[in-house]
């Protein structure tokens, strides 16, 4: 059981883009799994290493779970090729359902031996399951409920924020797209943020559930050559 402290301030680690840090009021909240979900393409990946860089720049250890294709060559450009983040972060390339849930668990055993762990990620959080558990809706539930519980177990012992990403699919009686995962993985998240494409190249970022945030909350910003750019 862990003493809770009213006065205690939850802290925020930065995204390191400005007009979004803005209106999450100075960036993901501490022992908080923020989700962040969109079409291909809408900047969920970029949004992530730009996150990891930005913690990892200022000392502290990023723990990286990818099943996305992460881009070397991308994150050299992001980061200006400095050495210094590259040491502060932890990459581990997931390739099935079963290695996603090993690489969290050895993760957890890792932060016990980090002097300042800082953030967790996980780029795509839903891929594998999507993929591997097909029509299995009780597996995926339990799969789903499992790997929250160690996340949400490992930021709030350490005090750090966690983002992932999730894909969409279309819901049929709502007529629109929706975050894979439904009322399981919403249950456990407490801040979610929508990407969209807009017209001329640019992206949207609204806020769509927040414990402490009004909702609806929106910027627009680019992704350029160097990272991204508020617009």
Same mark, same amino acid.
């Given at each position: ?12 680690? /930065? ?55 992460? !881009? ?8 200006? =090729?400095?050495? =210094? ?10 390739? !099935? ?19 300042? /762990?800082?953030?967790?990620?996980? =780029?795509?959080? %839903? ?22 519980? %160690? ?13 992932? %990403?999730?894909?969409?699919?279309? =819901? ?6 929706? /975050? ?31 414990? !402490? ?19």
């Amino acid at each position: 059981m862990q003493k809770i402290e009213l006065n205690e301030n939850q802290g925020r680690t /930065p995204i390191g883009l400005a007009c979004l840090d803005s209106i999450l009021n100075g960036g993901l909240e501490h022992g908080v799994i923020t989700e962040i979900f969109g079409e291909g393409g809408s900047g969920k990946t970029n949004i992530c290493m730009q996150f990891a860089i930005n913690t990892a720049s200022q000392g502290k250890r990023v723990f990286y779970l990818d099943s996305e294709g992460f !881009s070397i060559e991308r994150f050299r450009q992001m980061s200006l =090729d400095r050495n =210094d983040i590259y040491d502060n972060i932890a990459l581990f390339r997931l390739n !099935s359902l079963e290695d996603q849930e090993l690489s969290l668990i050895k993760v957890q055993r890792l932060m016990e031996k980090v002097k300042s /762990p800082g953030a967790l990620v996980v =780029d795509s959080f %839903t891929e594998y399951f999507r993929l591997e558990t097909g029509s299995d809706y009780q597996a995926r539930v339990a799969g789903f409920q499992k790997q929250l519980a %160690t996340i949400l177990s490992m930021i709030t012992e350490y005090h750090i924020p966690a983002l992932v %990403t999730n894909q969409i699919y279309q =819901d049929i009686d709502k007529g629109q797209l929706q /975050p894979f995962g439904g009322y399981v993985i919403d249950h456990s998240v407490k801040a979610i943020i929508r990407l969209e494409k807009k017209e001329g190249g640019l992206r949207k970022a609204t806020v769509e559930k927040h414990r !402490s945030i009004e909702e609806g909350r929106s910027v627009i910003f680019a992704i350029t050559a160097e990272g991204l750019e508020c617009r």
